[in-house]
C-alpha cells in the first residue's frame, strides 16, 4: 500500500498464512491493530481487493496499524477453501500473532466479513476490542455470526443500496432482530465502483467518533 508495508509470513491451521502490516501514517504511535478479512477466495477475493485497501488505508489515517492476510488457497497462504470454518480460524491465529494483547479491531469485506463476524464473537468476552467494520456483508450466502450487543455502538455495518450479490435486504433480516444500525450509500454496489473515498470517509468518522 505504501513504503511502509510490511510482509509478514504466519501460521495458521492450515499452514503458512501470508500479509500485509501498515503502521499509522506519519509514524504515530499506534492506536492498536486492525485485522481485515477479504472477499470470497473462489471469487477472486484477496487482501489487495480494493475495498479491503479502502479499509485498512481508513485504520491507517487514524493511528491503527493494519494487517491484511490471504485467506487458505490464496497467493503465498497455504491450504484450501473451507466455506469459513478454517477461514475464522486462521483469522484467530493471525489475531494471535500480530496482536496478542493491547486494543483490536476487527473489519471485513463481503465474505471477510462473515468471517469476522465470526472472530468478533469469539473474541469480544477476552479482548479489548474497539472497533468493528462490516462492509458488504454476505448475509444471504452465510451465516453471519449475531453481534455482541455491548459491540453494536462500537460496529459500523454498510451495504450499497444496490448491492446486487448481497442484496441489501438480506443484509437488514441480519441486522433488524439485533436492532443493528446499518449505513447505507446510495446507489452503491458491492465493490463501491466511484465511491471508495466516500467509504474512506464514512470509515475514518466511525473510527474517529
Same mark, same amino acid.
Given at each position: 500500500?505504501?513504503a511502509q508495508?510490511?510482509?509478514?509470513?504466519?501460521?495458521?491451521?492450515?499452514?503458512?498464512?501470508?500479509?500485509?502490516?501498515? #503502521?499509522? %501514517?506519519?509514524?504515530?504511535?499506534?492506536?492498536?491493530?486492525?485485522?481485515?478479512? !477479504?472477499?470470497? #477466495?473462489?471469487? @477472486?477475493?484477496?487482501?489487495?481487493?480494493?475495498?479491503?485497501? =479502502?479499509?485498512?488505508?481508513?485504520?491507517?489515517?487514524?493511528?491503527?496499524?493494519?494487517?491484511?492476510?490471504?485467506?487458505?488457497?490464496?497467493? %503465498?497462504? *497455504?491450504?484450501? !477453501?473451507? $466455506? @469459513?470454518? @478454517? $477461514?475464522?480460524?486462521?483469522?484467530?491465529?493471525?489475531? *494471535?500473532?500480530?496482536?496478542? &494483547?493491547?486494543?483490536?479491531?476487527?473489519?471485513?469485506?463481503?465474505?471477510?466479513?462473515?468471517?469476522?463476524?465470526?472472530?468478533?464473537?469469539?473474541?469480544?468476552?477476552?479482548?479489548?476490542?474497539?472497533?468493528?467494520?462490516?462492509?458488504?456483508?454476505?448475509? +444471504?450466502?452465510?451465516?453471519?455470526?449475531?453481534?455482541?450487543?455491548? /459491540? !453494536? $455502538?462500537? =460496529?459500523?455495518?454498510?451495504?450499497? *443500496? &444496490?448491492?446486487?450479490?448481497?442484496?441489501?435486504? /438480506?443484509?437488514?433480516?441480519? %441486522?433488524? #432482530?439485533? +436492532?443493528?444500525?446499518? =449505513?447505507?450509500?446510495?446507489?452503491?454496489?458491492?465493490?463501491?465502483?466511484?465511491?471508495?473515498p466516500l467509504?474512506?470517509?464514512?470509515?475514518?468518522?466511525?473510527?474517529? %467518533?
Amino acid at each position: 500500500m505504501n513504503a511502509q508495508t510490511e510482509k509478514l509470513l504466519l501460521q495458521g491451521a492450515a499452514g503458512a498464512v501470508e500479509a500485509l502490516r501498515d #503502521p499509522p %501514517a506519519d509514524g504515530r504511535a499506534s492506536v492498536g491493530v486492525a485485522v481485515i478479512a !477479504h472477499p470470497h #477466495p473462489l471469487f @477472486g477475493g484477496t487482501m489487495d481487493n480494493k475495498v479491503v485497501q =479502502t479499509l485498512a488505508r481508513a485504520f491507517v489515517a487514524c493511528g491503527w496499524t493494519a494487517v491484511r492476510f490471504n485467506f487458505r488457497g490464496v497467493g %503465498a497462504s *497455504e491450504g484450501v !477453501h473451507d $466455506e @469459513g470454518r @478454517g $477461514e475464522a480460524q486462521d483469522f484467530l491465529r493471525v489475531v *494471535e500473532q500480530v496482536a496478542p &494483547q493491547g486494543p483490536l479491531a476487527i473489519a471485513g469485506f463481503s465474505f471477510g466479513a462473515f468471517v469476522a463476524s465470526q472472530a468478533l464473537q469469539a473474541l469480544w468476552a477476552d479482548r479489548d476490542i474497539r472497533q468493528a467494520v462490516l462492509v458488504g456483508t454476505a448475509a +444471504s450466502r452465510f451465516s453471519v455470526a449475531a453481534l455482541p450487543p455491548e /459491540a !453494536h $455502538e462500537r =460496529t459500523l455495518v454498510v451495504h450499497g *443500496e &444496490q448491492d446486487d450479490t448481497v442484496p441489501l435486504s /438480506a443484509v437488514m433480516d441480519w %441486522a433488524r #432482530p439485533q +436492532s443493528l444500525p446499518v =449505513t447505507v450509500i446510495p446507489g452503491g454496489g458491492h465493490f463501491f465502483h466511484g465511491q471508495l473515498p466516500l467509504l474512506k470517509t464514512l470509515v475514518a468518522r466511525h473510527l474517529r %467518533a
